[in-house]
């Protein structure tokens, strides 16, 4: 939950996540710098420039499989929601690694007095019309400026300044730049690198996140599929069919899903889009008498989708009946902080 | 995630994987046998 603006919320659990993070970036450097420093030494010091352009694209790669992965893990399975509660901060070292391997790409140029060559590059037009020999360079760079819109507007003030929806289709460029990183190593290191580590790394990275995309776009595609309504309400089904301090999850035809939760006796129905990030309401517990959601735990009243004071956010909550033992659901949405909750005997 | 993030979702990562995966392919496919002794340097044609 948030009130008022600061720079970055820490607290413990997010002080240790990107503690971990950072150990994990620093002994993937270490461990890959020893290992290409021993197997091939640089005899000069472009070679050692490039040992460390390398190290950290890989590692920048890597990272952002990793990101690309926590979400429809998350997904499939709840274990994963401890990754996806500091992504943000992930996806923001995945930039500075990122940067830091640009940096060291324009070092390589200037230590061999051939900084100029770089823009040359990126104007041969000619070789925009090749795929082999496609300026890749171009590919990563574009990349990269795609990983910096996205760690300047990942705090929470551009969250509420461009509204979850707009905020999440921004934030899904991350999928373009992910296949731009792909193709950027595909037409640069790969054709140079006659290692069969490098194809395997990148096919293997991509495939992995790309299956497991439409593994879990697959599954929620059933839930998608509205309840058959009984005139204008929804079926829910008995009270006992809700999880006790769950939910059920309904979908409104053509709409937003509903998240119905039961505590105890008492029974409420709310959107099941989160105030914050749109996150899965329904898939969310009650705890405290709230509730929260998986993804960042904001907190919600059962009686009436309000935030505890001093928090404001507000859900919209739907109309709840018991008819011949089932819970029935209207699907006309009530404005946000309605007191609906039932309780049922 | 709303209905529409979720539907766009469905879209892209399908033709995303198959535009990626042809590029990797091609990339594979194509690309030129090496060269002995060849080192990464800066094109000699782009030397100031």
């Not at chain 1, 823009?119 to 037009?125: C, F, H, P, Q, T």
């Not at chain 2, 529409?4 to 995966?21: F, T, Y």
Request: proline letters at 8%.
């Amino acid at each position: 939950m948030s009130v008022g603006l600061r720079a970055v919320q820490w607290n413990r659990d997010k002080l240790v996540y990107d503690g971990i993070l950072v150990v994990c970036v620093a002994l993937y450097l270490a461990g890959y710098l020893l290992i290409a420093w021993r197997s091939e030494p640089p005899k000069a010091l472009p070679d050692a420039i490039d040992l460390w352009i390398r190290a950290t694209g890989s590692c920048a790669f890597l990272m952002l499989t990793v990101i690309l992965s926590i979400g429809p893990l998350a997904r499939l399975d709840r274990r994963f929601l401890r990754l996806l509660y500091n992504r943000r901060h992930f996806g923001v070292l995945t930039f500075l690694v990122a940067l830091v391997h640009f940096g060291f790409l324009l070092d390589w140029y200037v230590v061999q007095n051939a900084l100029p060559n770089f823009a040359a590059e990126l104007v041969k037009w000619p070789d925009y019309a090749k795929f082999i020999g496609f300026p890749f360079k171009v590919l990563g760079l574009a990349a990269l400026l795609i990983l910096f819109l996205l760690a300047s507007t990942s705090h929470d003030f551009w969250l509420m300044f461009l509204t979850p929806r707009v905020w999440k289709f921004l934030h899904m460029a991350l999928y373009g730049a992910y296949g731009l990183v792909v193709l950027h190593v595909a037409l640069g290191h790969m054709q140079d690198e006659r290692s069969p580590l490098v194809p395997l790394f990148l096919i293997a990275g991509f495939g992995t996140v790309a299956l497991l995309h439409l593994l879990a776009g697959w599954r929620e595609r059933k839930a998608d599929h509205a309840v058959a309504p009984t005139g204008r309400w929804l079926t829910v089904g008995p009270p006992a069919a809700i999880p006790d301090k769950g939910a059920r999850i309904v979908a409104i035809p053509g709409g937003e899903r509903i998240a119905v939760f039961r505590d105890g006796n008492q029974i409420a129905a709310v959107t099941n889009l989160c105030a914050h990030q749109n996150g899965p309401l329904g898939e969310g517990r009650i705890i405290d008498g709230c509730i929260t959601c998986p993804w960042h735990g904001y907190q919600y009243r059962l009686a009436d989708g309000c935030a505890p004071p001093p928090f404001t956010e507000k859900l919209a909550t739907f109309r709840v009946r018991l008819e011949r033992g089932l819970i029935e659901v209207d699907p006309t949405p009530l404005p946000p902080g309605t007191p609906a909750a039932i309780v049922v005997a | 995630m709303t209905r529409k993030h979720r539907a766009l979702h469905r879209i892209v990562w399908p033709i995303l994987a198959l535009a990626v995966v042809l590029g990797v392919v091609l990339a594979l496919w194509l690309r030129p046998p090496p060269e002995p002794g060849q080192t990464r340097a800066v094109p000699q044609e782009h030397v100031a």
